[in-house]
């Protein structure tokens, strides 16, 4: 029996479900041996952004993700924060960036995905949240690299 993640040693996580590689680490956060120390950046949408732009990790083409991705780490069965700390190192229990947008009442609005309580919300774009990178690169699935 093949474990959904695989940890890549090298600050990155392959979902071997959905063939997603993830920063192992909250933006902000430093990684080391399979740990992530300090604390989780809170930046607006446009600074998350421009932050999985710009981040050099393992090679890869890093952007912020979508809402559905974000939710496809969420781990529904643990109480408490629903995401795998074994595998996502000192995860935030704060609400994180996706790339989504929605049009509402306030004009638009970008779409958070909360790893505390498991739901999604709409932030204004100058709202401060936390930020984890995701790359489509392609990898090879025996390996995880």
Do not use: H
Request: with cysteine; net charge negative.
């Amino acid at each position: 029996n093949v474990p959904r993640y695989a940890d890549r040693g090298d600050g990155t996580i392959l979902d071997r479900e959905t063939a997603l590689v993830w920063q192992k680490c909250s933006a902000g956060q430093t990684y080391g041996p399979r740990l992530c120390s300090g604390t989780a950046l809170q930046v607006d949408w446009y600074a998350a952004r421009e932050q999985c732009r710009q981040l050099n990790l393992n090679g890869g083409n890093w952007r912020l993700p979508s809402e559905k991705e974000l939710r496809s780490i969420m781990d529904f069965a643990r109480q408490g924060l629903r995401i795998d700390q074994s595998v996502f190192a000192a995860t935030a229990p704060f609400r994180y960036w996706s790339m989504d947008t929605r049009i509402s009442a306030d004009g638009l609005v970008g779409t958070v995905v909360d790893f505390a309580d498991g739901l999604v919300y709409t932030e204004q774009y100058d709202d401060k949240n936390s930020v984890r990178c995701v790359s489509t690169d392609r990898i090879d699935y025996d390996t995880g690299r």
